[in-house]
């Protein structure tokens, strides 16, 4: 019997520099290298927001923990023709702060909801605000609108706007039952709370809030009033609301909603459930006959995949992510052709196999797609990152990044056998991101792969806080 040898030819792969925009390992072809928003100091930085206004400005905050007085804050910057802004805490310092949200309105004037401690480290939160003038850059002072010292971790607050009034939402979880509440601002300031759930319900966790180009205001959460937790969907015409109706009846818990929506007011509703493999499930809601589609299932790896989504309003243009491809913990995406009427396989954004958090598509003017998101690819914390699909050639796009870690494997010719040198922990993926077999220090038998492209990827050091070295290995007969 002949025994086949593969020639290995070896060819380490470093992230970019902070002046280059060619995509490295880490990007696929298209996409921009990740730009590090927050600062990489050993602090938690997670749960970002980002928004475009109407001068194509993208405005982003987040929550960190670095605590210029003393407690967690939310931290903001701003992009525009000049790059980013520096960092500017946008809550008062006399207290914490947690979970922001960010939205813009017609006079391109930036909104930001968030958490606030209601006192001393043991309390509650309530619902903090705060306007930064699209004009004039200025901030307004920190408002307060609630005052109940009520909300937990869960609170999540939201915030959005139709014409000249902002609508704020929120959980409070500590209630019984729990309920989503609202009030709102034209202007005139804001109203008292209204429970927008509705009666029976019983909303924990996750909800997601869109308003559409004729100025619907939709809602949909995670509701446990049945046996299983199920997916309800509520939205305002203009006029009024309508009556809290279901949306999911699978036999399993259907959890982490997304919405966006399209030029005609049809709403796209993302959401997770199920398994073992099929956990991300999409489907539309269509304005004229207020009915929802057919469900549509992907595959995710990660138990709890938070998958969003963002539609072009021109075009049609789905884009959707989600956490966890084949095996490995990363950042994942595809996007939907309406000319062709098919999803594009899933594509790897990020290929450190850490903790990583969702990223929500924000389409600018012209289709691209922008993204903020947070994973520990430096370590045990958090840390803040943005990517794009639009490559502005010759701009400095990023930070950058810790040198990275020494090569994986030695680069000499062999026969079957990939030479692993990294101590720490490695593995061997193909093309598409799919982890074919784990790799051990010394020797490692390749001999009954198939010939072709594959990575050797090893997990980012959290001693000395370098990102993953990458290695490409080219099998050949």
């Not at 007085?69 to 946008?90: L, N, Q, T």
């Not at 008062?92 to 001393?120: E, Q, Y």
């Not at 109940?148 to 979880?173: H, K």
């Not at 502005?392 to 090569?407: K, V, Y």
Request: hydrophobic share 35%.
């Amino acid at each position: 019997m002949t025994v086949s040898l593969f020639v290995l030819m070896l060819l380490t792969i470093m992230p970019s520099e902070a002046t280059s925009v060619a995509a490295p390992v880490d990007s696929p072809p298209g996409w921009t290298p990740d730009t590090l928003l927050s600062l990489d100091d050993n602090q938690e930085s997670r749960d970002p927001a980002l928004v475009i206004d109407g001068l194509g400005r993208l405005h982003a905050v987040w929550k960190d923990n670095r605590r210029l007085g003393g407690y967690d804050e939310i931290h903001y910057r701003c992009k525009d023709s000049a790059g980013w802004s520096e960092i500017f805490s946008v809550g008062s310092l006399d207290t914490v702060h947690n979970t922001p949200d960010i939205a813009v309105g017609p006079d391109n004037s930036a909104h930001v909801v968030f958490m606030r401690r209601w006192g001393g480290v043991w309390t509650y939160f309530d619902v903090g605000y705060r306007r930064r003038d699209g004009a004039t850059g200025d901030w307004d002072p920190e408002e307060r609108l609630t005052f109940q010292d009520s909300l937990g971790y869960s609170g999540r607050p939201q915030i959005l706007v139709v014409g000249d009034t902002v609508f704020a939402f929120w959980l409070r979880e500590r209630e019984v039952p729990p309920e989503i509440v609202y009030c709102y601002n034209n202007g005139t300031g804001w109203t008292p709370p209204q429970n927008i759930t509705g009666a029976g319900a019983v909303p924990l966790g996750y909800y997601d809030i869109q308003a559409t180009e004729n100025g619907w205001v939709h809602i949909v959460w995670q509701d446990s009033r049945n046996d299983t937790q199920q997916i309800w969907h509520r939205f305002h015409n203009g006029d009024s609301w309508s009556t809290p109706a279901r949306v999911t009846f699978h036999g399993y818990e259907t959890i982490q909603p997304d919405v966006d929506s399209d030029s005609a007011g049809n709403i796209h509703l993302v959401y997770t459930g199920g398994g073992p493999e099929l956990r991300i499930h999409y489907r539309i809601w269509d304005r004229g006959s207020m009915t929802w589609g057919t469900v549509t299932h992907f595959y995710s790896w990660a138990g709890a995949p938070r998958p969003m989504v963002g539609v072009n309003k021109t075009t049609g243009e789905r884009h959707l992510t989600h956490v966890g491809n084949q095996g490995i913990e990363v950042l994942a995406y595809r996007r939907y052709d309406p000319g062709s009427g098919r999803w594009t396989d899933s594509t790897v954004l990020t290929w450190y196999d850490v903790a990583t958090g969702p990223a929500k598509p924000v389409l600018d003017q012209d289709g691209y797609v922008h993204l903020l998101f947070w994973d520990q690819r430096f370590g045990d914390q958090e840390e803040v990152f943005y990517k794009t699909n639009r490559i502005e050639t010759g701009l400095a796009e990023q930070q950058a990044f810790h040198p990275p870690a020494r090569p994986l494997v030695v680069p000499t010719v062999a026969f079957g056998v990939v030479r692993l040198l990294e101590e720490r922990g490695a593995c061997l993926v193909d093309a598409a991101g799919k982890k074919v077999l784990l790799l051990n220090p010394g020797a490692n038998d390749v001999s009954r792969l198939s010939p072709g492209v594959y990575f050797v990827r090893s997990r980012p050091s959290a001693e000395n806080r370098q990102p993953s070295a990458v290695t490409k290995v080219v099998l050949t007969r």
